[in-house]
């Protein structure tokens, strides 16, 4: 209830920010627009030409685009500007105005920049995942709705624990940037359902970028693809990763000298 709280109030304090300039409203609604309808167009072609990719059906695959871009926004919502914003105060020292607070250092610098205008994004893969749903013509039952809730909560658990990991890397080098453009190309590879990819790269995205646990498993749930095992085993990836990104976030944390050193 405590994080839910702080990230109310930096909304609202990023959106008051943002709500000054209003034209990047329209330019933010211009840009998830085009490329949500670029990504979607894309699948029209690939459906036009076979009736399944990899036994996706067409309304199987606009859902995996439809969480891709919900995915998609919520990193960019708080998670990617927060901590950016965090790598920037350790390169300058001044993170140390974050550690004199009484909250959870951690807690503070993983909610503290919101850009709410990437709710279109959002909104955006929400809609793309109703119309999606409706079209896949089976009546969605309580089990398979918690398991796509469930599904989706850990892969962002185990997003997020990867984000903190990269970004606490911080405090042993000065430039991160480019290790996070790596992120971006590799979760574009989101768009279409992991089984499509060769094996190598299934590994890849399943245990160095965790973007089958943020996208597939999440549609596969949503689709009656998902088994116990898989979603026990996403279960088990986001408690190891969460644990593990919080005990690295604490090594990092006393590697840091602050701007008085």
Do not use: C
């Amino acid at each position: 209830m405590n994080a839910l709280r702080l990230l109310w109030v930096f909304a609202r304090v990023g959106a008051m920010g943002e709500l000054a300039y209003r034209a990047n409203f329209w330019l933010q609604l211009l840009e998830s627009f085009l490329a949500m309808g670029s990504t979607l167009g894309v699948v029209a072609v690939v459906v036009s030409q076979t009736d399944s990719l990899h036994g996706w059906q067409p309304a199987e695959l606009v859902a995996v685009v439809g969480v891709y871009f919900a995915i998609l926004g919520t990193i960019n919502l708080v998670i990617a500007p927060s901590l950016s914003q965090f790598m920037q105060d350790v390169r300058e020292g001044t993170l140390d105005f974050t550690l004199t607070k009484p909250e959870d250092a951690q807690l503070l610098v993983s909610v503290s920049n919101v850009h709410v205008f990437k709710l279109i994004d959002v909104v955006f893969g929400l809609a793309v995942l109703a119309l999606a749903t409706a079209r896949l013509g089976t009546e969605v039952g309580p089990v398979q709705a918690l398991a796509f809730a469930s599904a989706l909560l850990l892969g962002a658990a185990i997003v997020y624990s990867f984000w903190i990991a990269l970004a606490t890397m911080a405090f042993w080098f000065i430039r991160l940037e480019n290790v996070l453009m790596i992120f971006w190309m590799v979760y574009g590879a989101g768009r279409w359902p992991l089984g499509i990819y060769p094996d190598w790269m299934r590994w890849g995205l399943t245990l160095l970028v965790p973007v089958a646990f943020a996208v597939t498993v999440p549609a596969e749930a949503l689709t009656g693809r998902l088994d116990a095992a898989t979603l026990g085993g996403a279960a088990l990836v986001a408690s190891f990763a969460l644990a593990g990104s919080r005990l690295f976030w604490r090594r990092g944390l006393r590697q840091y000298s602050g701007a008085s050193a």
